[in-house]
Nanobody, 119 residues
Framework: QVHAVESGGGLVQPGGSLRLACSVSGFILDYFTIGWFRQAPGKEREGVSCISNNGGTYYADSVKGRFNISRDNAKNTVYLQMNSLKPEDTAVYYC?????????????WGKGTLVAVSS
């Protein structure tokens, strides 16, 4: 059974950094694209970044230059390093298997991890 668990969120001041982790089980991470999404209060879920099975990366314009996605297949984990955080980055962050920047209404989601950027 495919399972993905997000962790690493927290409260951080503007300009600070956090590293999120997406730990997967039930499949071989090497073969799959993993995407990070976020949903801010009162807003639609949006794509943040993704990394393909061959290491190709993609970022939303709003995070380009500040966030970095990476993967450690040996640990079955994908990371999202978030730097220069802004209040508008506040959201619940989710990871998804085989998704890059878009998702479908029938997709299943984990609990996510909350990132709050505030002074």
């Amino acid at each position: 059974q495919v399972h993905a668990v997000e962790s690493g969120g927290g409260l951080v001041q503007p300009g600070g950094s956090l590293r999120l982790a997406c730990s997967v089980s039930g499949f071989i991470l090497d073969y799959f694209t993993i995407g990070w999404f976020r949903q801010a209060p009162g807003k639609e879920r949006e794509g943040v970044s993704c990394i393909s099975n061959n290491g190709g990366t993609y970022y939303a314009d709003s995070v380009k230059g500040r966030f970095n996605i990476s993967r450690d297949n040996a640990k079955n984990t994908v990371y999202l390093q978030m730097n220069s955080l802004k209040p508008e980055d506040t959201a619940v962050y989710y990871c998804a298997t085989d998704r890059c920047m878009i998702y479908f209404s029938g997709d299943s989601w984990g609990k996510g991890t909350l990132v709050a950027v505030s002074s």
